[in-house]
């Protein structure tokens, strides 16, 4: 694959229709007065039928689940993961704190329950996340563990007969602050006296108003003003097994490497929000090259600013050709190593801040006043290099990779 289809391109349009009609129009209300996007993901899911794509997503996967398969890591629309990439895409081009509110609710929250949980689990909070009737978050970073997020975790589970008892504080938290349902990562402390860092992890779903469970107002951030942050602080919150994902101690692969599963998924979406953000101030900066006139001339004379469009669009068809490669392997169920989704995210989180930062260089003092957006695009990419695992610790994944013996 190396162009997207007729049908690719018509999905794009409709996308970008329904950014122009339904986001742009709510964008200051998103960026700058502290409105949740969730009432336009849901009209989202109403305007292209995604509720019923999701509700039939849903059935695929219990129907998996119940004999015995291991579930699809897709949760957005049907088994064909360019639909959903083109979606992120576009999205990304106005609003990827859009894309990270949405994608952490019916990504993360959602799949990790069809991926360890039981069907019974899968069916009393899956569907509900999986057509946004209820809003999902997913809690593993702590203030004491963020790159260490599994072995410095100290959020901890005590049994108590049938029950847990979990106390501890979550950080960062994407829909922290709203989530109707959070998945939530905890260490068990079963007595033994174990060393911290070698003690199991385990996932349980937790309930916005159990008791002990507090959801902190959204913090002021950067970027990515359209998704809501926040911690989430446990103070003896009691769980039956039945909150407990798989019901078992020793889930399917283990609350690590559930973990672990759920960093690839995250690591190739990167790379498509990615390309949204280079696609669009690429778009942005070749009309305002073309019509900033100085000297009597239009900037896009100039060859420092021929430079960087240059490197813009090298960034571009490099980005590009790494998602097509990533759907192309996926329709053949091939699923990127670690290695390869933290190398593809690293290049495109890293050119993304690159091409925003000389979007904002192209235009000037102009790039850096709100509404020509190249402010918004550079302050929004900047995290991509944060989360999902830092710059860093992709280098650590590829270095280790490629050291194995
Ligand atoms: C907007 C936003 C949304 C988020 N959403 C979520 C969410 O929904 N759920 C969730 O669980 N988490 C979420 N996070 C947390 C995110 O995953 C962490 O911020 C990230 O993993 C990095 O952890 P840290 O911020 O604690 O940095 P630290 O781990 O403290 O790192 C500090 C610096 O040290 C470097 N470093 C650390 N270890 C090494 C090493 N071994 N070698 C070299 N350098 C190293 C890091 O790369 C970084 O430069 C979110 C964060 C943000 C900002």
Known sequence: MYQWSEEHQAIAAAVRRFVDEEIRPHLDDLEHNGVAPFAIMRKMYDVFGLKEMAEQNFARQLERKVSGQEPHGHSRGGSDPSAQLISTIELCRVSPGFVTSLGVSTGLAAGTINKLGTPAQMQ??????????????????????????LGGMRTSAVRDGDEYVLNGQKTWITNGPYADTIVLYAKLDDGSGDELRNRRVLTFVLDKGMPGLDQARPMRKMGQHASPTGEVFLSDVRVGRDRLLGETEVPLGGGR?????????????????????????????????????????????????????????????????????????????????LAEASAMKLYAAQSACLVADDAIQIFGGNGYIAEYRVEQLLRDA?????YAGTDEMQVVAIAKDLLRS
């Open 257 to 337: 490497q559930s973990a672990k599963d759920n960093f690839v998924t995250e690591r190739a979406g990167v790379a498509a929000m990615s390309l949204g953000v280079i696609e669009e101030c690429l778009k942005l900066c070749i009309d305002y090259a073309r019509h900033r006139t100085l000297w009597n001339k239009p900037i896009g004379d100039f060859q420092l600013i021929q430079l960087k469009l240059a490197h813009m669009e090298i960034a571009r068809i490099n980005v590009r050709n790494m998602v097509f490669a990533h759907i192309e392997r996926s329709l053949d169920g091939v699923v990127p190593t």
């Open 382 to 386: 900047r995290v991509l290099r944060i």
């Open 124 to 149: 009393r909070w899956s569907l509900d996340l999986m057509t946004l009737d209820k809003i999902g978050a997913w809690a593993i970073t702590e203030p004491d563990s963020g790159s260490d997020a």
